[in-house]
């Protein structure tokens, strides 16, 4: 009896230190699902108000570029997973006429400035107060990112945390 106890015990060991080492090594997923929005094909809605760390944003300045824009809130658990590819993206892109945009969707003020100072946001925020600017895209949950070309019609629309890979990707095809 003691052995198979012992025996039983020893093998539980094994299947959690198993787990443990499977979950700890694994990638996290960062690969959006592409999605159908009534947005693609036209214009971009207005996105303009206050830059989360102060100053203004107005997605009309960027015309001429590919512009990236990314709805994201400090609560979001995908959020946190994809804020590392955005800004790897947006540093890897910042002089080949890409812009990332990111809007604040449904978050306060002071948890964003914490998230963005966390991850080390490199790309400028904007603060969606009362979600109008989510309500013009049609967002209702984060993350979910669009992509717009140079002559500011939507492109592209992907559901879930982006790679900066899968960003690349979707860029290029934009440009072609």
């Not at 658990?77 to 590819?85: D, I, K, L, N, R």
Request: hydrophobic content about 50%; proline content about 6%.
């Amino acid at each position: 009896m003691k052995r198979s106890v012992m025996a039983i015990s020893l093998a539980a060991i094994v299947v959690v230190v198993a787990l443990s080492l499977f979950l700890a090594t694994r990638n996290p997923v960062t690969s959006a699902t592409e999605a159908p929005s009534p947005l693609l094909g036209m214009a971009a809605p207005a996105l303009s108000g206050d830059r989360l760390g102060g100053g203004t944003l107005n997605l009309k300045s960027d015309l001429g570029h590919v512009v990236v824009v990314n709805f994201w809130a400090s609560w979001c658990g995908p959020c946190q997973v994809e804020a590392p590819e955005l800004s790897t993206f947006a540093w890897q892109e910042r002089n080949k006429g890409v812009d990332v945009v990111g809007v604040v969707f449904d978050d306060s003020v002071s948890a964003a400035n914490a998230f963005a100072a966390h991850y080390g946001s490199l790309y400028p925020s904007v603060i969606d107060a009362g979600g109008v600017i989510a309500n013009r895209f049609g967002v209702t949950s984060p993350p979910t990112t669009f992509v717009v070309n140079a002559k500011g019609v939507v492109e592209v629309t992907l559901l879930g945390p982006v790679s900066a890979k899968q960003l690349r990707e979707v860029v290029a095809q934009v440009r072609s």
